[in-house]
């Protein structure tokens, strides 16, 4: 039997209870064939080594099969403008994490926001390049004649590769795919993206295209989110639909988000959509959910389908008892020893 | 008594039936004080004379007390791209429209998406500049090697306008003001735009300030909407937080907005928040609550507060009889009669 080699990056506040958690699920629906190595790569890591990651922590990542990660960040310590960049986007840069997977539907027993339920979307987020390329500057700093800019970078190959696991996934669900631009405002690069999906589009005469600006889709996932199916969007537009997605899926203790290199060139990393929220970290009532679903996923990326199906099931049995369902009711032990039982 | 001149855009779709219905409410409220000036400047205008409006189109509006848009765009006729970069854009640059007022409540009968009601949000989006510059470029273009890039571009005088703006509208409401950014991962204008931030709060002590990255904030207006109070953003943050705005009020018939040029140098232009809408453009169902609001707005800019309120209060005498507050279910002139019957 395959053994599969986990990197295992908790990082910041709450990611570390909720990536522990996730661990023991997975553990127990593949025993004995994950090997997990932890990283204590961290704000705190960055306060005693003035690096959020060691020189070759890129490196040292390559050679696994997949990589777990909590979350990262906590303002007070470290601003986020650095953990982020020296941990978070450079990993899914240099693997070529290009697509990132969130499913945003109810599970049973959660009461979302919305009076209305019975939606299942799956977002695709460009996870490379974009409006989060890090390219620009700023002139004249600190006076009142200071200019900032942000270029957002989007190349043939980066969308090209997006758009086509776009369709894909559409292919595979309803044949349905909602492509995101504003592109009646941002005239270089999202005429660019609805060109280059207009072209591709001939090669899917299957997949049925929509094409829908960011206001206009935001607005859609609250008013109609049930019409919507495959979601593909850059880095910033997927970044804001997927926590929205969280909000209407009850929130972002239930988010989970895959970062897949496609190609398998480099491992993928799974991580839970909420961030480190340094306000309850030691409170242990984090949702370990979403990391539980979000390593459910890195089992089903491993060809594991029937232990990720397994671990879903489980979830979906203790949410549809009320475990679990309502923010700070249970404690993340509690959650996590209830998908536990239910895998037996 | 003063007499204003009004510069009518009714522009494409339903923007024409909306700003007619706009436009007999306002006479109403204010007898033989309104001079409208209509101009048809539009997609088809487009079509007739391959410009959105004619070269001297600003200044002919310059000379205006204020501007009332409907609808711009058409996309089958023109494309997004050019209709709005060729009219809607350049007024609210030319005429330093720089804070884009948008207010968020529920009009009493309105059921909107949410469980939760009671929320009540002003956004101010900046409106002339950001990621909206117009910036950018194609090179390669048609290769496999294009790459296009769009410029966000923020300077020192927009941003701290901006923001000054909004610090203003807290201290007339809650107090409270809500900064939106995603300086965790664009770190030259967001870290920009929150160092302005910082900088400026020193000046207003009386404002308790908080930062939110426009992932969770779309969440939050979702999650908790009564939260928020006054909402300060970017161009593109504001544009999509305005559409969620809309949506959770319960729909885009009844968002309306302000484009105003507070130092008065030039005309403000009062606009609905939603589009030309073309499926919907011949069925004489369009909502004109978000019409007439806007020039409730309009009218509150002149200074005529008395009868701006009066439209207000019509408005809500007539969606508390559940008149206009389920989309199509009335028709555009039965609605306006209704507003008008209700100002007597
Ligand atoms: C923390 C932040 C940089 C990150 C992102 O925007 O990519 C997060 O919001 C996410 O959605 O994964
Ligand atoms: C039509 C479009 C360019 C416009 C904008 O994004 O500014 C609209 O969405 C709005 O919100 O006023």
């Not at 009461?111 to 939606?119: A, D, I, T, V």
């Amino acid at each position: 039997m395959t053994t599969y080699r986990i990197a295992v990056i908790p990082g910041d506040g709450i990611g570390i209870p909720v990536t522990e958690a996730a661990l023991v699920v997975a553990a127990k629906a593949l025993p004995g064939r994950l090997e997990a190595v932890t990283f204590p790569w961290s704000c705190d890591f960055y306060l005693q080594t003035g690096q959020m990651m060691p020189q070759d922590g890129i490196d040292t990542l390559r050679s696994f099969d997949a990589i777990c990660l909590g979350a990262v960040g906590w303002p007070e310590k470290v601003p986020d403008s650095v953990s982020l960049h020296g941990l978070l986007l450079p990993i899914r840069k240099a693997f070529v994490q290009y697509a990132n997977i969130r499913p945003h539907r109810l599970l049973p027993g959660v009461e979302g926001p919305l009076r209305k339920g019975g939606f299942d979307i799956l977002c695709i987020r460009e996870n490379t390049e974009g409006e989060y390329s890090g390219a620009g500057g700023r002139v004249h700093q600190g006076t009142k004649d200071e200019v900032a800019v942000e270029t957002a970078v989007f190349t043939r190959a980066g969308v090209e590769r997006i758009l086509r696991f776009g369709f894909e996934q559409a292919r595979k669900r309803s044949g349905r795919l909602a492509s995101v631009t504003k592109s009646n405002a941002q005239k270089y690069s999202m005429v660019f993206w609805d060109e280059v999906t207009k072209e591709l589009a001939a090669e899917y005469p299957d997949v049925a295209i929509s094409h829908y600006h960011i206001d206009a889709i935001a607005a859609r996932m609250v008013m109609a989110p049930e019409s919507l199916d495959v979601v593909v969007a850059s880095n910033l537009f997927g970044d804001i639909l997927t926590d929205l997605g969280a909000a209407i899926q009850g929130g972002l203790g239930f988010a989970a988000s895959a970062n897949i290199n496609p190609d398998r060139s480099a491992p993928s990393m799974f991580e839970p959509v909420h961030g480190s929220a340094p306000d309850i970290a030691h409170l242990g009532i984090a949702n370990p959910l979403a990391a539980i679903w979000s390593v459910a996923m890195m089992l089903e990326h491993l060809g594991e389908v029937e232990a990720a199906a397994r671990i879903m099931t489980a979830m979906e049995t203790v949410t549809a008892q009320g475990i679990g369902t309502v923010p700070g009711q249970n404690k993340t032990d509690e959650i996590t020893q209830a998908v536990i039982s239910a895998l037996d």
